[in-house]
């Protein structure tokens, strides 16, 4: 599903631990390509719809192993460059326009599977600290992960006990 503009309807899954670190996942395919959580919204489906299952398909966890804490009040957008932009597909994606959610994960770490799907996004996955995936993310990501991470950071802070906030 594409809109009028362009760009494809998608979820953007940031998920925490208690320490205010964040589920960093490494890309199938040998590019040491890392990323969040994300994926498609289906025809009809609501994102929060597409979070939950996007959130099974990708890391192996359910609604009962996360508390949303937050959202991004509307779509960020990124435009893919032209290399990637596939030539011929009707109507054309030029990019994607991401609905952004934070979740507290509930479950212990070992909860995490990767290997939940039979087609796997990701093969390692790691806790980085709040800030780090803005450099390290594909160049043509990192402003959509900066509006993301600067508005997801309120609910985050206000969702840490006093002595955590500091970190």
């Known amino acids: ?20 670190r964040l589920l960093w996942a490494r890309r199938v395919g040998g590019r040491n390509a890392w990323q969040f959580p994300q994926g498609g919204v289906n025809d009809g489906e609501k994102p929060e719809e597409a979070l939950y299952r996007e959130l099974e398909e990708e890391v192996g966890l359910g609604p009962e192993h996360v508390e949303v804490l937050g959202c991004t009040r509307g779509w960020l957008r990124y435009r893919l460059p032209k290399q990637y932009q596939r ?13 952004w959610y934070l979740l507290r994960m509930l479950a212990p770490d070992d909860t995490v599977s990767l290997s939940h ?43 840490m006990p006093a002595g955590k906030q500091d970190r």
């Open 1 to 20: 599903m594409i809109d009028a503009q362009g760009f494809r309807p998608n979820v953007g899954i940031v998920i925490t631990n208690d320490d205010g």
């Open 87 to 99: 030539k011929g597909q009707q109507p054309m994606c030029i990019g994607q326009k991401q609905k």
């Open 117 to 159: 799907n039979p087609k796997p996004e990701f093969d390692h996955w790691q806790w980085v600290s709040y800030w780090y995936p803005l450099n390290q993310v594909v160049y043509f990501k990192r402003e959509v992960y900066r509006r993301a991470l600067k508005e997801l950071a309120v609910p985050l802070l206000a969702s």
